[in-house]
């Protein structure tokens, strides 16, 4: 079993800052993946930013040259540095990890966090 525990979403006003973190735990092989999502009500989740074991990262065009995702792999934990913001970004962020558990090395598993609430007044 994996648990994600996140932290730092908050109320900012258009134009300042905020940094998420996720860290995993758990019986973690390897964390195949790190990112974030983010949910707006009335809207589906979709991708904000991701980052692989292998280095690759990618943005949701509506976040690049503003957010910056970064990884600790000591710590398991992701971060997402949110710049710039915007009254869109307003949604509930979650963490996604996709996993290889100790116990089942062929397998991977996506484990999701509880998602944070990161509201943007203009």
């Known amino acids: 079993q994996v648990q994600l525990v996140e932290s730092g979403g908050g109320l900012v006003q258009a134009g300042g800052s905020l940094r998420l973190s996720c860290a995993a735990s758990?019986?973690?092989?390897?964390?195949?993946?790190m990112g974030w999502y983010c949910q707006a009500p009335g809207k589906q989740r979709e991708l904000v930013a991701v980052t692989t074991s292998g280095g690759s990262i990618n943005y949701a065009n509506s976040v690049k040259g503003r957010f910056t995702i970064s990884r600790d792999n000591a710590k398991n934990t992701v971060y997402l540095q949110m710049n710039s913001l915007k009254p869109e970004d307003t949604a509930v962020y979650y963490c996604?990890?996709?996993?290889?558990?100790?116990?089942?090395?062929?397998?991977?598993?996506?484990?999701w966090g509880q998602g944070t609430q990161v509201t943007v007044s203009s």
């Open positions: 996604n990890a996709v996993v290889t558990t100790t116990q089942a090395r062929g397998v991977t598993f996506n484990y």
């Open positions: 758990g019986s973690i092989f390897r964390i195949n993946s």
